[in-house]
């Protein structure tokens, strides 16, 4: 007999899975510890329009969901109307059977606007009046978070950001943490034109005339400076492609720079890159581990390999893709330079390749220290394997990222889910993320793969869906 569709044991296959999810993992506040919020529309506590503006905007999952299926991009980034938009997407949605979309977005409808119609082109009309209503009397970006309980999320900024609107929310007292994370991905990724316009930027946002390697770090280091005051406690580095390493000195990284600041990027190597970028790892390791931060490594990703449509409409308009690389050699090398430096600080690990699972999972269990559990975390690891990202996020994805975890290290000192959204309305990949989660622990509960213990149940449950990042990033919740 066939279940309802996201019927309230959604996902959750035996009984102790739905026990573990509806007495523990489902009343657990969120800790968005990545994300791409903008501070901004959470300082200003923006209303949406309408349903296209809140869900579709920014939304490159969505995007490319709707160029798999044949939609013209008129009605994806185009000049369509916002109503001739979410009809496409209404359209489409009966192909994407098995995407996470397909869970995702009704889910979404389901707990922001109480709507329980199947998306389709049938139910668009519908859905967007019953939608509408509840905008117009002023859902927010606030009101959103609340509604799905989130206490803290750490948005993505750039080492040049005024952080006026992190000052703002921290002077108001808003209940819900915006705390920034550092990203210096533009300052280290020297070899792309624009780098000295940059370079000029970072310098007047932190008193500093960027003009060498010297002058460079004294400008990241005022920045990390207004970053910890406003609560930083991340920095999240995106290596594109692959993990660089070649052994650095801080002699050959400044005429690097230099040569990169007098062609605009454009007279460095790939080798000369390799340099600089891991002579930059090893400064802000070091800072980062002084400051008692996290950095968390993306790579892997192949950026705008379509260059026509990078051309037309710019980064991070959904063409990205995964790069296939094997680079775990480089990252042991960076992490052993690192360690052997004193500048490895704790660290979280992506990659969005999934056969890489294993070997992040095995890399990471070689840097762990056993001193009194990463300098007195909790008994958390030093170097630990982040979820499963991107385009890995989704049914298969997770569970097979969970498992090697499991496999390869503790699991009960994992750190769960992550939105990595620009969307305030992408709250519901917890609750996923948390029903998968459920499900893998109930299953091996019931194969008789672990004891149905409570305490060590509710521990594990506790643990991965909120109290671990807490506890790692020392967050203080």
């Known amino acids: ?26 009343k657990l506040p969120i800790i968005d ?27 490159h999952y969505k995007w490319r969901a709707m160029r798999a ?68 009397n002023g859902i927010s970006a606030r009101q959103l978070m609340r509604a799905s309980d989130v206490r803290l999320v750490c948005t993505t900024d750039d080492p040049a950001d005024s952080l006026e609107y992190h000052k703002q929310l921290a002077d108001e007292g808003f209940e819900i ?32 005339t960027v003009t060498d390697l010297d002058s460079l770090c004294a400008a990241l280091c005022a920045s990390l400076d207004r970053f910890a005051a406003l609560g930083c406690k991340t920095a999240d580095h995106g290596m594109d492609n692959y993990v660089r390493f070649a052994a650095p000195d801080p002699y050959h990284a400044n005429e690097i720079l230099k040569k990169a600041l ?22 802000l390791g070091q800072e980062y581990k002084k400051r008692g931060m996290v950095l968390q490594m993306h790579f892997g990703v192949l950026r705008n390999p379509n260059r026509t449509m990078f051309k037309k409409l710019g980064p991070d308009s959904g063409f990205d893709t995964i790069h296939g690389q094997n680079c775990i050699y480089s990252l042991a090398s960076l992490l052993n330079y690192l360690n052997e430096n004193d500048a490895l600080p704790r660290t979280v690990l992506y990659s969005i390749n999934p056969v890489d699972n294993a070997a992040v999972g095995a890399l990471c269990g070689s840097f762990c220290r056993g001193d009194a559990g990463c300098d007195g975390h909790g008994g958390m690891p030093t170097v630990t394997q982040g979820s499963a990202w991107w385009f890995n996020d989704n049914i298969d994805g997770m569970d097979a990222q969970m498992r090697s975890y499991a496999n390869l290290a503790g699991v009960g000192n994992f750190l769960g889910m992550l939105t990595d959204s ?11 993320f948390r029903r998968i989660w459920c499900r893998l622990i109930g ?17 594990l449950m506790r643990g991965i869906c909120f109290e671990n990042a807490n506890r790692y990033f020392d967050f203080g919740l």
């Open 1 to 26: 007999m066939s279940k309802p569709f996201l019927h309230e044991d959604f996902l959750l296959d035996t009984p102790v899975a739905a026990r573990l999810y509806h007495t523990y993992a489902e």
């Open 33 to 59: 510890y990545h994300c791409h919020l903008s501070p901004a529309e959470i300082a200003k506590d923006i209303t949406f329009s309408n349903i296209t503006e809140a869900w579709l905007y920014a939304d």
């Open 69 to 136: 299926c044949g939609v013209d991009e008129k009605y994806i980034t185009g000049d369509a109307s916002d109503y001739e938009k979410f009809r496409a997407y209404c359209t489409i949605m009966p192909k994407l059977a098995g995407n996470p979309l397909y869970h995702w977005s009704p889910l979404e409808l389901r707990r922001f606007f109480g709507c329980e119609l199947t998306i389709n082109e049938a139910n668009c009309d519908a859905i967007w009046s019953m939608t509408a209503e509840k905008l117009a």
């Open 177 to 208: 943490k915006v705390l920034p994370a550092f990203r210096p991905d533009k300052s280290m990724n020297i070899e792309r034109r624009g780098i000295v316009e940059y370079m000029k930027k970072l310098g007047e946002a932190n008193g500093v």
């Open 262 to 283: 007098a062609s605009d990027g454009a007279d460095v190597s790939d080798e000369e890159l390799s340099l600089f970028q891991t002579q930059m790892n090893r400064f």
């Open 422 to 432: 620009r969307s305030f309305m992408s709250y519901p990949r917890h609750e996923y």
């Open 443 to 459: 299953g091996w509960v019931e194969q008789g793969l672990l004891p149905d213990d409570e305490d060590m149940l509710a521990e």
